[in-house]
C-alpha cells in the first residue's frame, strides 16, 4: 500500500489541476492554486523535500490529470526474458520499457523502446497485462501510472547500448538478476514467463 500522505496528495492534485484547466472564475481559481499548493506540501513533506520542487512538477501539468502509461516488452529466446541493465539505476536490471510518446500506439511504443534499449527488433504479438502500478509492490512514486506488459516476438537486430541502458541480456527465470524495483518486479516478470509458456491465457488488468 502506498503511503496516505502520496495518495492525499495525489488526490489533491488532481482536483486542483481540473478546476485550474475548466474554471473560468478568478476567486475560484485562486482556490485551486491554493489546493495545488496544499498538494504540494503534502508530497514535499512525506517525501522529504523541497515544497518547491514538487510545485515545479505540478506547474508542469497541463488540463485534466490522467494516469501516464508506461509500456514493457517481454522479449523471449529459447526460454530467457531479454533484461536490460539501467545507467541512471545504480546498475539494475529491468524489462526494456518507458514511456508511451505521443502518436505512438501503445504496441508501437513496445517495440521502439526495445529497440532504442537494446538493438534488438521486435514485433508486439499480445498484451499481456495493464497494472495499476501502485497495486503490485513498487516503491511510492508522485504520479499515478498504468503499466502495459507486452509479449514480443523477436525478429533481428543486435544487442547495443542506449544511453538509458547499458549491457543486455537473455536470463532463465529462476536465475534473474537484480531487478530496478522502481521499474519491475519478479512478480511482473513471472507474469511474463507464464503468458509466453500459454500464449492463451487472458490479459491480466488492475
Known sequence: MEPKWLLWSRKLH??????????????DLERYHAIQTLAAEIASDGAGVEPGLVLDLFNGD?????PKVDVRGGVFQDGRILLVRETLDHGLWTVPGGWVDPGD??????????WEETGYQVAARKLAAVYD????GHPAYLYSIYKMFF???LTGG????????????????????????ARI???????LFRHYRCPDLPTEFD
Do not use: W
Not at 500506439?105 to 526495445?114: D, H, I, K, L, Y
Not at 544487442?159 to 524495483?181: C, N, R, V, Y
Open 14 to 27: 488532481s482536483i486542483a489541476q481540473a478546476g485550474l484547466t475548466y474554471s473560468q472564475n478568478a476567486f
Open 133 to 136: 502500478r501502485a497495486r503490485h
Open 105 to 114: 500506439s501503445p504496441g508501437e511504443a513496445a517495440e521502439r523502446e526495445v
Open 158 to 181: 543486435s544487442p547495443k547500448a542506449s544511453i538509458e541502458t547499458g549491457e543486455s541480456g537473455f536470463f532463465h527465470e529462476d536465475e534473474l538478476p537484480e531487478l530496478s524495483a
Open 62 to 66: 497541463a488540463g485534466y490529470l490522467t
Open 185 to 191: 518486479t519478479p512478480e511482473e516478470i513471472h507474469m
Open 151 to 153: 509479449i514480443c516476438e
